[in-house]
């Protein structure tokens, strides 16, 4: 090993180490092992705790520290300086977001308890105020006077806090705060100029209050549907309308044991153990939610809350003893076997239960062990059981496994319980979280198992938290265009919900609160019937090969599903990349020199000549001078494109979309309304009519709806646009309430939208059916 050449980069030394190690280690079959044996052996190989302890000294001197002039692991004042300083130059350039951007990051570096984190915190809350942000704004003012704002310049934030409680219609909140503005500045004794400047300001805030204000703006609460049927007492965080069974051949599973609908919810459930995944936006680690005002953790500059009361319970939890590794970059480094540590981390926050047989007092951590898993694994879900046992009962696939990515999971093991030891007191407070004598090494060892077991869980039981994102871009024509894309939040684990069942044609859709699981029926499901959900591949994007192999190298089974089985269906996504017959129009897959249903010849170069060409078509489009000719180019592109290409190729769908922004940018709503609705039509045949895809596709065909009813007042199908934009709005906001839920931004945008046109609608409305899930949903989006 010493003759092998490793990365400068002691991040990327990581997997390299790791094969390295595994290599040396895998004469010996360990997948037959327990994993105290396995963590007895590798905890006592001081050759590999070398290693180890090494890689993590260097990994600590290389990243916990200050990086560059505007990088930091830690606090450094001279770092949030610097942000602070750019802050003020794009505020000043009215340059508004970047500028909130950059005080952003002057708070993270600030040390907590040192005179730059309450200045950041003060500018940070003058662009919040800018961008309307006045709840956040007020956030950070009260934390800015907390953490010692200089008293000579208070009476700016005390001004700025009136001017927040006015927006947000708390009158008697601006009248005490525009007091205590005032009491202040009496005692200040201000320079001339700058008192004509406070009274100036007050002046016009005064004003401000003299106008009418609308009541207290209270914050719609986010009502989070509750389980179908109540909750179930026997299986925690599930509807008592579903039951765990166990058979000898699928293990355990999740029936109905009545019919549900679609949008009942199955199961609402708390991960056991999150972490939250790197972002460009900031996350807050405790809760998962998104898009933060960031609180950062007091000691590094690597991880961020949504307030101070997130920011202590994770400090209690688990950060306390994170912190260290995020300043060394340890983290991202290791993927998912930070989620592993987090298990171990808050197990023994919310400590471990004793063992089920009351008799028994282990002293060894395979005592421990052993007795832990001796249970009933159904009874385990009861709502009144530990926590901690359904999440250490959930199948790792050890026995199935490579004996090579076994040793590599439990080298990682042995990382982790080493950066514990050396760079962190976890294993003095350990004790007092087991309620049985161990001894030290014993400790050690059981702290190894459970972040081995952990890992092997977590790859065939872990969930990717999702959540949507919206981005407006403006495009080359001037027209501004709304974008969604689902983002990976955070990795977590739900160990009831991990009780169901793959199928690559599932009958739930998984939504995500903050870090809260939510599963819902995506189809009905009748009484004795299987709840099945997707671990990853689908039955309308891959064929079932590609699907099955997916499946036997992560889940260590072969997939029997409906989808799999059904020769019919076994390479039906392959027609959304076929080529079209020229005859009789039918799909043609692959190289074929024939068309499969009428037998006429396929001409694979002209083809392929004919695209080469629409490509080039598309390009001159991209770089034309004018919309109009864009457009016209494009056009010509895509006419070549429909000649070669089956009606549902994926790639003729997304020419087609380009050709219906384009349109929409030129004021030409009614050819990108049909383009739209023909994509619309394509999408339902592949993903089906409740699908997240047509639930998009709807939210697009409404902005352009939208758009047309906004340019065209005076048009003769001014009501019928209305009528039918109404329709698609309301169809959209309960497509997107199915697959993301009520709490997402755009549901709620879209709601506003459906509430305009309905306004305009108001003097001749017809009746309408109940706006009911169940009812509603079943409309064929056949438009």
């Given amino acids: 090993m010493n003759s092998v050449n490793l990365p400068d980069d002691c991040s990327k030394q990581w997997e390299i180490l790791l094969l390295l190690l595994s290599s040396e280690e895998k004469k010996i079959d360990r997948t037959n092992e327990n994993e105290i044996d396995t963590m007895n052996y590798f905890c006592q190989n001081e050759g590999v705790r070398k290693i180890m302890l090494q890689w993590l000294q260097q990994m600590k001197c290389s990243y916990g520290k200050k990086i560059s002039e505007l990088d930091t692991a830690l606090k450094c004042d001279n770092v949030s300086l610097l942000w602070r300083q750019r802050g003020n130059d794009k505020f000043r350039a009215n340059l508004i977001e970047e500028s909130y951007t950059c005080y952003s990051k002057s708070v993270v570096y600030a040390k907590h308890n040192g005179p730059m984190y309450p200045l950041a915190l003060a500018n940070r809350s003058a662009s919040l105020l800018k961008l309307k942000k006045f709840k956040e704004c007020l956030t950070d003012i009260t934390l800015a006077i907390e953490s010692g704002y200089p008293e000579e310049l208070l009476h700016k934030l005390l001004l700025r806090q009136v001017d927040c409680h006015i927006e947000l219609g708390q009158r008697a909140n601006a009248l005490s705060a525009l007091a205590a503005a005032t009491q202040h500045v009496s005692k200040l004794g201000l320079p001339a100029s700058h008192a004509l400047d406070f009274e100036r300001h007050l002046k016009i805030l005064e004003k401000k209050l003299e106008n009418p204000m609308c009541q207290n703006k209270l914050d719609d609460e986010v009502q989070l549907p509750q389980c179908y049927d109540g909750p179930n007492v026997d299986f925690n965080a599930a509807s008592n309308a579903i039951e765990l069974r166990r058979s000898e051949t699928a293990g355990r599973y999740v029936v109905a044991k009545r019919s549900a609908r679609r949008g009942d919810v199955l199961f609402s459930e708390e991960p056991y153990a999150w972490v939250t995944l790197p972002s460009d936006n900031p996350v807050c680690e405790m809760c998962c939610q998104p898009d933060i005002n960031s609180v950062p953790c007091s000691r590094c500059s690597r991880s961020v809350y949504c307030g101070a009361a997130c920011r202590a319970a994770a400090a209690l939890a688990f950060h306390r003893w994170e912190c260290a590794g995020a300043q060394c970059a340890l983290f991202p480094t290791i993927g998912i076997a930070h989620l592993a540590l987090r298990v171990l981390l808050v197990s023994a926050s919310e400590g471990f239960p004793p063992v089920p047989q009351q008799s028994l007092q282990p002293t060894t951590a395979a005592e421990l062990f052993r007795s832990y898993a001796d249970v009933d694994d159904i009874q385990i879900y009861k709502e009144d059981m530990p926590a901690f046992y359904r999440m250490f009962n959930l199948v790792t696939n050890f026995d199935k496994m490579n004996n090579n990515d076994y040793i590599q999971y439990a080298l990682t093991a042995t990382m982790l319980t080493i950066y514990l030891e050396h760079f962190t007191t976890f294993f003095e407070y350990l004790p007092t979280k087991v309620p049985y004598r161990l001894s030290g090494v014993q400790l050690q060892v059981f702290a190894a198992a459970v972040v081995l077991r952990s890992l092997g869980q977590l790859v065939c039981n872990g969930h990717a938290a999702l959540s949507l ?18 983002v990976r939040r955070a990795t977590a684990i739900y160990p009831s919900a991990a009780m169901m069942n793959h199928s690559c044609d599932p009958n739930v859709i998984n939504t995500f609160y903050k870090r809260r699981l939510i599963v819902r029926c995506g189809s009905e499901v009748s009484a004795g019937g299987e709840v099945l959900n997707c671990y990853g591949p689908h039955s309308a994007r891959e064929p079932a090969a590609r699907r099955r192999a997916q499946l036997r190298a992560q889940y260590k ?20 990349s076929a080529y079209v017959c020229q005859r009789c129009r039918s799909p043609v897959v692959g190289k074929r020199a024939q068309c499969p249903h009428c037998s006429a010849d396929f001409q694979l170069d002209r083809a392929l000549a004919l695209i080469d060409r629409a490509d080039e078509l598309a390009l001159q489009a991209e770089r034309a001078s004018s919309v109009d000719e864009r457009c016209r180019k494009m056009q010509a592109s895509y006419k070549l494109k ?18 219906a922004r384009l349109y929409a940018d030129i004021g030409d709503f009614n050819r990108s309304v049909e383009l739209i609705k023909q994509n619309i039509q394509s999408l339902e045949y592949q993903f ?12 697009k065909l409404s902005d352009v709806m939208l758009e047309r009813i906004i340019k065209m007042p005076g048009h003769s199908d001014y009501r019928d646009w209305c009528l039918e934009a109404h329709k698609i709005i309301k169809k959209a906001v309960q497509l997107m309430d199915l697959n993301y839920g009520s709490w997402e931004v755009l549901v709620r945008r879209l709601k506003e939208q459906e509430a305009f046109v309905a306004s305009l609608l108001a003097d001749s409305r017809t009746p309408e059916t109940a706006d009911c899930v169940h009812h509603n949903l079943h409309y064929n989006l056949k438009i």
Avoid: M, P
Wanted: aromatic fraction near 8%; include cysteine.
């Fill in 469 to 486: 994102s919206t981005v407006e871009t403006e495009n080359d024509g001037g027209g501004c265009t709304v974008t969604e894309r689902e």
């Fill in 557 to 576: 089974f072969t997939c029997s599903c409906t989808a799999c089985l059904d020769i019919a269906r076994k390479d039906f996504v392959l027609v959304f």
């Fill in 688 to 699: 089906g009519s409740f699908s997240v895809e047509v639930a998009h596709e709807l939210r």
């Fill in 642 to 659: 429909q000649q070669v290409w089956h009606r549902h190729h994926s790639s003729l769908r997304a020419a087609a979309d380009r050709l």
